[in-house]
Structure formats: C-alpha cells, structure tokens
C-alpha cells in the first residue's frame, strides 16, 4: 500500500507548529512595542530623557536580535518546506497535465524566442546608428 507523504519528514522534528511559533514571535513583537509606548508615557513625568532612550535603545535591540534569531534559524525550514510542497505540486501538475499543454509550452516558448530575436534586432539598429554617428564625426575634419 502506497503512503503519499505531504508533510516533510525530518531528521530533527519540530516539536512546535509553525502557526504558534509565528505567533508567539508576532506577540513578542507586539508586546516590546507596549513597552517602548509606556517608556515614552514616562516622559512626562519628567524622568531623565537620557535614561529614557537608553531604555528605548536596549528594548529595541532586545527586539531585533530575538527577531534575527528567530528568521536565521526558521529560514532553513523554510527553504525546506518550500521545496518538499513544491515538489509535491509539481507531482499532482504532472498527473493531471493534458499532453496538449507540451504543445502550447512549445509555441509560447517559440513566441517568446520570436519577441527576443525582436528585441536584438532593435538593439542591433540602435548600436548601427550610434556607430554611423560617430564615424561621422571622426570623419568629418575639425578645424
């Protein structure tokens, strides 16, 4: 009996869904923003401006480096899944795919090697014209 695989299999499972993990990061965002809000409540009351900002600064370097964490480790999962579900994809295109589609793949691709050819004509008459240009000018004497 054949098992179709959808989700990837991994050699160190995630012990935690994708959904949480990206929500738990959005409320840590969400909550260091309050807090950066109430330190700037705090100014007036007239607390040093100075501490204040230091406060800020720590708060959002605080926020940035848990930010660059979370991206840096998640990106490789990822790039991993995005391959596994497009693989998958590709497998049910394949299934399904009228055998007509390779000859309309063919004359759009024909259509699009036609368009290119196009533009290096066009491309060639404009270096024409630029070189006839300054032939001239290297021609013609200067007095």
Excluded: C
């Amino acid at each position: 009996m054949a098992t179709h695989q959808v989700t990837p299999r991994r050699s160190h499972p995630q012990t935690f869904p994708k959904p949480q993990l990206y929500e738990a990061i959005a409320s840590l965002n969400r909550d260091l923003g309050l807090v950066v809000e109430d330190l700037n409540r705090l100014r007036e009351f007239r607390f040093s401006r100075r501490d204040i900002d230091s406060l800020i600064a720590k708060t959002e370097h605080l926020r940035s480096r848990a930010n660059a964490e979370f991206l840096e480790r998640q990106h490789s999962r990822e790039l991993k899944d995005e391959f596994h579900f497009w693989m998958i994809d590709r497998k049910f295109e394949d299934r399904y795919k009228d055998p007509d589609d390779v000859l309309i793949g063919a004359q759009r691709r024909l259509e699009e090697l036609a368009a290119e050819e196009q533009d290096a004509r066009a491309a060639a008459r404009g270096f024409r014209k630029v070189r006839r240009r300054a032939e001239k000018r290297l021609a013609t004497p200067t007095s």
